[in-house]
């Protein structure tokens, strides 16, 4: 009876080892019999595909669309150097990006928009947002393969590092390829923050990004632009100095009173405009124009952080 239930026992385990081995055969993640087989496995981030061997082999190239790396979460799209990257890294940088269609993820190129929104910043970045609708709504890239544009909105908070962190979560950095991988940047609007990214950020290394600010004045950066990928919407400081000077030098005033804010746009606009001047030994700054008589005439300069301070500095300049 013993030697019975002995022999059962074995036959038994014999089975259960016969059909784990059978199981460890079929569900070997390496083997495939097409790309789908292979979407959940990943190296380097990386996404993988079935070989002619028919085992999942890395894609050497990286991720051509966002969708390939779903598996990895929802937060991870195809980013910079055609790796997989989680744009939930970026914190509070920026807002989840908009997507020309909430349920589809693929063919898009990435832009990125670093917008101060404190006073009019607001209205500027709604106006991003409605430029980017109407161009999805009307048109594609037909060199990206007909692609639409999928948006980071995101808040500088008129900090220059901030916006230099945006920017590398954006564009990438000298330092590392992990990033959104974006097209463009918009923005930033303000000088220092302008300066910041570009110098630090779009001409740093190779990276070499597209990066347009429709208001900033400054004019020349320390690496140079080879590609001509930095951009301005407008003049530069020297081209609206040289206007206002014209301007001035027409009406010939033989005293003038300049009130200028602190802000880095209006500064570097007075500094295109101004020279230093010796008076009675002492340096000042002067608005860079003749009198009737060949002269400069006598000049008040004075400056305010806040529209509040403006009637105490006229005062101020009046009374010197």
């Given at each position: 009876m013993l030697s019975t239930q002995r022999g059962l026992l074995w036959a038994a385990a014999l089975g259960v080892a016969t059909i784990a081995g059978a199981c460890t055969s079929v569900l070997d993640f390496t083997e495939c019999y097409a790309d789908e087989d292979c979407r959940s496995f990943f190296t380097d981030n990386k996404p993988m595909r079935c070989d002619t061997d028919g085992r999942c082999a890395v894609k050497d190239e990286g991720c051509d669309q966002n969708s390939e790396c779903e598996a990895?979460?929802?937060s991870y799209i195809c980013g910079l150097s055609h790796r997989c990257y989680d744009y939930s890294e970026g914190g509070d940088l920026c807002d989840e990006p908009v997507f020309p269609n909430a349920d589809e993820r693929d063919n898009v190129v990435f832009v990125g928009s670093l917008i101060n929104r404190a006073g009019d910043g607001a209205a500027i970045e709604q106006g991003i947002r409605l430029a980017i609708e109407e161009f999805n709504d009307h048109a594609e890239l037909a060199a990206e393969g007909h692609a639409k544009i999928a948006w980071f909105a995101c808040d500088t908070k008129g900090s220059k590092d901030r916006a230099r962190q945006i920017a590398e979560f954006l564009?990438?950095?000298s330092d590392s390829t992990a990033a959104v991988g974006v097209s463009?940047?918009?923005?930033?609007?303000g000088n220092e923050e302008f300066v910041e990214v570009v110098e630090e950020v779009s001409l740093a290394g190779n990276i070499n990004a597209f990066t347009i600010s429709p208001t900033s004045l400054v004019e020349s950066f320390g690496p140079q632009d080879p590609g001509r990928v930095i951009w301005r919407g407008g003049p530069g400081?020297?081209?609206y100095a040289n206007a206002l000077l014209a301007?001035?030098?027409d009406e010939a005033p033989e005293r003038m009173l300049t009130i200028l804010s602190t802000a880095s746009q209006p500064w570097t606009l007075f500094t295109a405009m101004a020279v230093k001047k010796d008076v009675n030994g002492q340096e000042r700054w002067w608005i860079?124009?003749?009198d009737v008589g060949g002269e400069m005439g006598a000049q008040g300069i004075t400056s305010y952080n806040n529209v509040?301070?403006?009637p105490n500095a006229v005062a101020a300049a009046v009374a010197a």
């Amino acid at each position: 009876m013993l030697s019975t239930q002995r022999g059962l026992l074995w036959a038994a385990a014999l089975g259960v080892a016969t059909i784990a081995g059978a199981c460890t055969s079929v569900l070997d993640f390496t083997e495939c019999y097409a790309d789908e087989d292979c979407r959940s496995f990943f190296t380097d981030n990386k996404p993988m595909r079935c070989d002619t061997d028919g085992r999942c082999a890395v894609k050497d190239e990286g991720c051509d669309q966002n969708s390939e790396c779903e598996a990895l979460g929802d937060s991870y799209i195809c980013g910079l150097s055609h790796r997989c990257y989680d744009y939930s890294e970026g914190g509070d940088l920026c807002d989840e990006p908009v997507f020309p269609n909430a349920d589809e993820r693929d063919n898009v190129v990435f832009v990125g928009s670093l917008i101060n929104r404190a006073g009019d910043g607001a209205a500027i970045e709604q106006g991003i947002r409605l430029a980017i609708e109407e161009f999805n709504d009307h048109a594609e890239l037909a060199a990206e393969g007909h692609a639409k544009i999928a948006w980071f909105a995101c808040d500088t908070k008129g900090s220059k590092d901030r916006a230099r962190q945006i920017a590398e979560f954006l564009a990438g950095s000298s330092d590392s390829t992990a990033a959104v991988g974006v097209s463009a940047l918009i923005g930033p609007f303000g000088n220092e923050e302008f300066v910041e990214v570009v110098e630090e950020v779009s001409l740093a290394g190779n990276i070499n990004a597209f990066t347009i600010s429709p208001t900033s004045l400054v004019e020349s950066f320390g690496p140079q632009d080879p590609g001509r990928v930095i951009w301005r919407g407008g003049p530069g400081a020297t081209r609206y100095a040289n206007a206002l000077l014209a301007r001035l030098n027409d009406e010939a005033p033989e005293r003038m009173l300049t009130i200028l804010s602190t802000a880095s746009q209006p500064w570097t606009l007075f500094t295109a405009m101004a020279v230093k001047k010796d008076v009675n030994g002492q340096e000042r700054w002067w608005i860079n124009i003749d009198d009737v008589g060949g002269e400069m005439g006598a000049q008040g300069i004075t400056s305010y952080n806040n529209v509040d301070e403006i009637p105490n500095a006229v005062a101020a300049a009046v009374a010197a």
